[in-house]
């Protein structure tokens, strides 16, 4: 089944303490993504991946990190987690033609930092 | 002023009735348009795409009008299972990763 898999669904964790959050596609697809999606502000991209090795920031990329070193995956690291980063994050992938066909979302993971 | 804006709602109208959705965005470099839905608490999904003749699926009708810098969604003879979040999705033609999504519009069906 084609799908984009997110771990874990859900987190709680202390402030400062390092976590990645695991990002994986099986549709060979270029483009991948992350957002978070907070209450009255919709979803914001946090970066987003052209490519293997091609990364960029978005929206909200402070207190973020993100590698591509395969195609198919692209981790989400906080190095140093602060409570306003707790929030629903998802992730996103889309074939090089996305602009025709669209992204298709992992089924997000919930982080609550304390 | 937001790349994507979309009126937050929320709608709510009876099953049977028709509904519009409408989203306007800032920036006129923008190449694709697609609105998506969302259930509480779950992933977003694609709803369709919207071209700029203007595209149809089923009881759902997308429309862009690029000099006003508009998209619409109609959704004819509405059922309880299109009670969700919609969402506005616009990316910009020069990088072709970064997507911008409206606030979503809520909608609620009722019997």
């Known amino acids: 089944e084609a799908q984009v898999t997110q771990n874990p669904r859900y987190l709680i964790t202390v402030t400062g303490k390092k976590l990645t959050v695991t990002c994986s596609q099986n549709m060979n697809h270029e483009y991948m993504s992350w957002y978070r999606q907070d209450p009255g502000l919709g979803l914001r991209q946090i970066y987003y991946s052209m490519n293997v090795e091609v990364t960029d920031k978005g929206d909200v990329p402070e207190g973020y990190k993100v590698s591509r070193k395969e195609k198919r995956n692209f981790p989400l690291i906080l190095e140093s987690p602060s409570p306003n980063q707790t929030s629903l994050y998802f992730c996103?992938?889309?074939?090089?033609?996305?602009?025709?066909?669209?992204?298709?979302f992992g089924s997000g993971t919930r982080l609550t930092v304390v | 002023r937001k790349e994507v804006e979309q009126d937050p709602g929320p709608f709510n109208v009876p099953e049977g009735a028709t509904v519009a959705f409408n989203c306007t965005y800032s920036?006129?470099?923008?190449?694709?348009f697609f609105w998506y839905r969302q259930d509480c608490r779950k992933e977003p999904k694609l709803l369709m795409s919207?071209?700029?003749s203007g595209n149809e699926d089923g009881r759902f009708t997308a429309q862009l009008n690029r000099a006003s810098q508009y998209i619409s969604l109609l959704i004819r003879d509405s059922k309880l299972s299109d009670s969700a979040t919609y969402l506005c999705?616009?990316?910009?033609?020069?990088?072709?990763?970064?997507?911008?999504f409206g606030r979503g519009t809520q909608l609620t069906v009722w019997p």
């Open positions: 919207v071209y700029s």
């Open positions: 999705v616009v990316i910009r033609g020069s990088t072709l990763g970064r997507l911008y």
């Open positions: 920036n006129s470099a923008s190449q694709s």
């Open positions: 996103a992938s889309s074939p090089m033609d996305g602009a025709e066909y669209g992204y298709t």
